[in-house]
């Protein structure tokens, strides 16, 4: 089976840098995925990860450890738009399947106040 | 237009009606998903359907059925709906054959049911 554990909820303050971290178990890792979802609306894809290492995108970094399980997301110069759920989401290969599905883990509330 | 739409985007029913949430893409993606969302939980997978003729069972399946009608249309039955399937279904996109970060997922705007 698959679990992935993350924190409930963070908090931080406008222009601040949050970092949230996310450990998974799987039997078969094939990429690691995080996603933001605002109260009420569809999450919407961050990053992706599948080798180790940081992947930088605007004020958004994503970094793998497949040794360790672990990765983080990094929010940098927080703005009050930033307060969302982040679900962090592993693939792990399928039966008959190249891919795999997705298994998400519960998602971390964060606030950002001003 | 919105490239993977659901309807309705709310539903009110009442114990033991049989309902059905239809989602519809435009991405041209291969996979299709249906997933639901409680409060203070992730996502769960419902059913997910790698073409249109493989349909296969995720975590939570029992008391839902699927069709997926083309390759554009996935739909989510709830034969006799109970209570505790109040929740927020999101339907959701794939495609196998992309580049970049492959199958990446992406979701519809969510459908929110309520079951009296």
């Known amino acids: 089976g698959q679990n992935i554990d993350q924190p409930t909820e963070m908090t931080a303050t406008e222009g601040a840098i949050v970092q949230i971290n996310c450990t998974y178990q799987t039997s078969g890792f094939n990429g690691l995925f995080w996603y933001q979802q605002h109260a009420g609306e569809a999450p919407t894809f961050l990053s992706y990860n599948v080798l180790d290492g940081l992947e930088e995108k605007g004020r958004f970094s994503s970094f793998l450890s497949r040794s360790k399980g672990y990765s983080y997301l990094l929010l940098k110069e927080l703005q009050m738009k930033d307060s969302a759920s982040y679900l962090c989401a592993v693939r792990d290969w399928d039966r008959g399947s190249t891919l795999g599905r997705l298994y998400f883990g519960r998602g971390t509330q964060l606030t950002v106040w001003p | ?116």
């Open chain 2, 1 to 116: 237009d919105a490239d993977v739409t659901q309807t309705p985007r709310n539903r009110i029913t009442k114990t033991g009606k049989r309902i059905m949430l239809e989602c519809s893409q435009t991405k041209g993606h291969d996979r299709m998903y249906w997933y639901r969302q409680d409060p203070g939980l992730g996502l769960q997978l419902i059913y997910y359907s790698f073409d249109v003729k493989d349909i296969n069972k995720g975590e939570i399946s029992d008391g839902y059925s699927v069709s997926r009608q083309a390759q554009a249309k996935f739909s989510l039955s709830l034969e006799s709906a109970i209570p505790n399937q109040t929740a927020l279904y999101f339907c959701a996109t794939s495609d196998s054959a992309s580049g970049g970060p492959t199958d990446t997922q992406y979701f519809g705007p969510g459908t929110r049911l309520t079951v009296l």
